[in-house]
């Protein structure tokens, strides 16, 4: 049984990562068929691609390279996903990064930035692009993040 019935289209961040990995292969054993993965290595969406296409060969998965922290290159991915797939259904915001495991004393100030930009600029970019996809379509699709 599948719970998505082949309907839909998954966006996934951080898709080349081992928990994006997981994500991507529970949708495709859902019944999900067109996933989008999002994420800064390409190899990592290489691998994730692969593990989904081998476990359910009709997958369409489109492996979109990017730093989801740059406007520019976030508008442009989610354009090739709709150029693609027409529409998102189903949003996963998984993309993140830790600091350095440093006390606070030593941590750096770049460090510090570089986490916020992509954990929470980023993050909120791809929400925006999410969102405004979602609402020319119906029904309504929800969002999901997590952390």
Same mark, same amino acid.
């Given at each position: 049984?599948?719970?998505?019935?082949?309907?839909? /289209?998954?966006?996934? &961040?951080?898709?080349?990562?081992?928990?994006?990995?997981?994500?991507?292969?529970?949708?495709?054993?859902?019944?999900?068929?067109?996933?989008?993965?999002?994420?800064?290595?390409?190899?990592?969406?290489?691998? &994730?691609?692969?593990?989904?296409?081998?476990?359910?060969?009709?997958?369409?998965?489109?492996? /979109?390279?990017?730093?989801?922290?740059?406007?520019?290159?976030?508008?442009?991915?989610?354009?090739? /996903?709709?150029?693609?797939?027409?529409?998102?259904?189903?949003?996963? #915001? #998984?993309?993140?990064?830790?600091?350095?495991?440093?006390? &606070?004393?030593?941590?750096? /100030?770049?460090?510090?930035?570089?986490?916020?930009?992509?954990?929470?600029?980023?993050?909120?970019?791809?929400?925006?692009?999410?969102?405004?996809?979602?609402?020319?379509?119906?029904?309504?699709?929800? &969002?999901?993040?997590?952390?």
């Amino acid at each position: 049984m599948t719970i998505f019935g082949n309907q839909g /289209v998954a966006l996934i &961040t951080g898709a080349g990562g081992a928990l994006g990995r997981a994500i991507a292969l529970q949708f495709a054993r859902d019944g999900v068929r067109r996933i989008a993965g999002l994420d800064l290595s390409q190899d990592g969406l290489a691998a &994730t691609a692969e593990a989904v296409k081998s476990e359910v060969p009709e997958i369409e998965f489109l492996p /979109v390279t990017v730093d989801i922290s740059d406007e520019k290159q976030i508008a442009d991915a989610f354009r090739q /996903v709709v150029d693609k797939f027409s529409r998102i259904d189903y949003a996963i #915001n #998984n993309a993140a990064i830790a600091s350095p495991f440093v006390t &606070t004393g030593d941590a750096e /100030v770049q460090d510090f930035d570089r986490v916020q930009r992509i954990n929470l600029k980023g993050t909120w970019l791809c929400e925006r692009e999410e969102l405004r996809q979602m609402m020319k379509q119906e029904p309504l699709p929800q &969002t999901g993040e997590s952390s």
